[in-house]
């Protein structure tokens, strides 16, 4: 079975794709006969809200459930990583597990995946003209939705097939460069 791992939520709105979107998102990959285990903070809970109620059967909800050594090991095991920018996304690049990281104001080039290759996706807005810019550390009044506004599922399932038709026959491998 294939399983991918999603972070939907971030602290920051500004930095997080709507929760229906990535509810879109599970239901495709539980279509596609891909299991989702979602991931993050139990203060994740909140900001995903009724999403949750809505998961397919095989989703795994481990919010909260996991130490960071314990989410570690759990991101290790997974096929992909899809995340919104996030310490998480990073924890995918250190044990080696692809990542599909869905970037809002920030700059991918600065705060992205490490280390860069054709494993670690990325997926930006589009048509924003002032992308990139960090609102949390400039004070720009920018409240993000022009940026996660503009990313749509269609993109960041293009990254995840991308990445699934990559990897070798026994589903195990992706080229490293």
């Given at each position: 079975?294939?399983?991918?791992?999603?972070?939907?939520?971030?602290?920051?709105?500004?930095i997080r794709l709507h929760p229906e979107r990535?509810?879109?998102?599970?239901?495709?990959?539980?279509?596609?006969?891909?299991?989702?285990?979602?991931?993050?903070?139990?203060?994740?809970?909140?900001?995903?809200?009724?999403?949750?109620?809505?998961?397919?059967?095989?989703?795994?909800?481990?919010?909260?459930?996991?130490?960071?050594?314990?989410?570690?090991?759990?991101?290790?095991?997974?096929?992909?990583?899809?995340?919104?920018?996030?310490?998480?996304?990073?924890?995918?690049?250190?044990?080696?597990?692809?990542?599909?990281?869905?970037?809002?104001?920030?700059?991918?080039?600065?705060?992205?995946?490490?280390?860069?290759?054709?494993?670690?996706?990325?997926?930006?807005?589009?048509?924003?003209?002032?992308?990139?810019?960090?609102?949390?550390?400039?004070?720009?009044?920018?409240?993000?939705?022009?940026?996660?506004?503009s990313i749509e599922v269609v993109a960041v399932?293009?990254?995840?097939?991308?990445?699934?038709?990559?990897?070798?026959?026994?589903?195990?491998?992706?080229?490293?460069?």
């Amino acid at each position: 079975m294939q399983v991918a791992a999603d972070q939907p939520v971030r602290t920051l709105n500004s930095i997080r794709l709507h929760p229906e979107r990535f509810l879109e998102l599970i239901e495709w990959l539980d279509q596609s006969g891909i299991r989702t285990v979602i991931i993050g903070s139990a203060g994740d809970r909140q900001g995903l809200g009724p999403m949750l109620d809505h998961l397919p059967p095989s989703s795994l909800n481990l919010l909260g459930r996991t130490s960071l050594s314990e989410v570690s090991a759990v991101i290790a095991q997974c096929e992909l990583m899809i995340s919104n920018d996030s310490g998480l996304a990073h924890i995918a690049g250190a044990v080696g597990t692809p990542t599909v990281t869905i970037f809002g104001p920030s700059d991918p080039i600065r705060t992205g995946v490490f280390p860069p290759s054709k494993i670690h996706r990325v997926v930006r807005p589009e048509g924003v003209t002032c992308h990139p810019c960090q609102p949390a550390k400039t004070g720009l009044t920018c409240s993000g939705t022009d940026c996660m506004g503009s990313i749509e599922v269609v993109a960041v399932r293009k990254e995840v097939e991308f990445l699934l038709q990559m990897r070798s026959p026994d589903r195990k491998k992706y080229p490293q460069e």
